[in-house]
């Protein structure tokens, strides 16, 4: 599963789209001193999930909702970021990598990714975000909001900015030979790793991509030139 999560620059308040393969989300924040709360929509603007931030110094303090299911997004580690979500069905594991990169683990296995992207303008952030399609795919997407919540502060302009995120200090490299489980809805390859329909966005991710022959199996491994 990919998903672009975007912010949206012709909003007078932070606000981002969220493009799904077949659907997309809006998610507004609202900004209460150090307190912020962003509500996530569907496309009839019905509320499905809430984002609420607890004052903390330098940590990071969420509360996330979606319909029963709750869950708490806490700092791990600070020097070496390291994130936990956990509810009452679930923890996760998030690790913050050098430059621009993030893994989602559960129970040890990576099921998600994100990546920031590098150039934006008017400091509008964009994300990639890759996980297996049998992930809690919006509580992911909350979980980037969040995070770009903690580390944006809602103003735009009109120049072009670059991020290059950590340089080092990362609890463990990105592991550059993930791919996101999928399951084919029909054909003999369901439940390979890798799929045509996202590898191009994989590039931005990882450097490389993989080519399929018709059965789902990798043929070969193609770099990329990402200068």
């Known amino acids: 599963m990919q998903i672009l999560i975007q912010q949206d620059r012709s909003s007078l308040r932070p606000a981002y789209r969220i493009d799904l393969?077949?659907?997309?989300?809006?998610?507004?924040?609202?900004?209460?001193?150090s307190h912020a709360k962003i509500i996530v929509k569907d496309s009839e603007t019905n509320i499905i999930a809430s984002i609420k931030r607890k004052f903390t110094f330098f940590k990071i303090n969420y509360d996330i909702n979606i319909g029963f299911k709750k869950y708490k997004l806490l700092?791990?580690?600070?020097?070496?970021?390291?994130?936990?979500?956990?509810?009452?069905?679930?923890?996760?594991?998030?690790?913050?990598?050098?430059?621009?990169?993030?893994?989602?683990?559960?129970?040890?296995?990576?099921?998600?990714?994100?990546v920031k992207k590098r150039v934006s303008i008017g400091a509008a952030d964009i994300?990639?975000?890759?996980?297996?399609?049998?992930?809690?795919?919006?509580?992911?997407?909350?979980?980037v909001l969040a995070l770009d919540n903690?580390?944006?502060d809602g103003t735009y302009s009109a120049s072009v900015t670059v991020d290059y995120g950590r340089l080092f200090g990362e609890l463990?490299?990105?592991d550059e030979n993930w791919r996101p489980k999928w399951v084919s809805e029909v054909g003999p390859s369901a439940g390979h790793r890798g799929r045509p329909y996202f590898l191009k966005s994989l590039v931005s991710?990882?450097?490389?991509?993989?080519?399929?022959?018709?059965?789902?199996?990798?043929?070969?491994?193609?770099?990329?030139?990402?200068?």
Request: glycine fraction near 4%; charged fraction near 25%; aromatic fraction near 16%.
């Open 127 to 143: 994300y990639e975000l890759f996980a297996d399609n049998d992930a809690d795919h919006l509580l992911f997407v909350c979980i």
């Open 21 to 33: 393969p077949r659907a997309h989300f809006v998610a507004e924040s609202k900004r209460f001193l």
């Open 150 to 152: 903690a580390t944006n």
């Open 205 to 227: 991710l990882t450097g490389c991509y993989d080519t399929y022959d018709a059965n789902g199996n990798v043929t070969t491994k193609e770099t990329a030139n990402l200068r």
């Open 75 to 114: 700092t791990k580690t600070f020097w070496k970021p390291t994130y936990l979500c956990s509810g009452d069905l679930a923890r996760y594991e998030i690790i913050e990598h050098n430059k621009l990169k993030y893994s989602i683990f559960q129970e040890r296995a990576q099921i998600g990714a994100f």
């Open 172 to 174: 463990k490299p990105f």
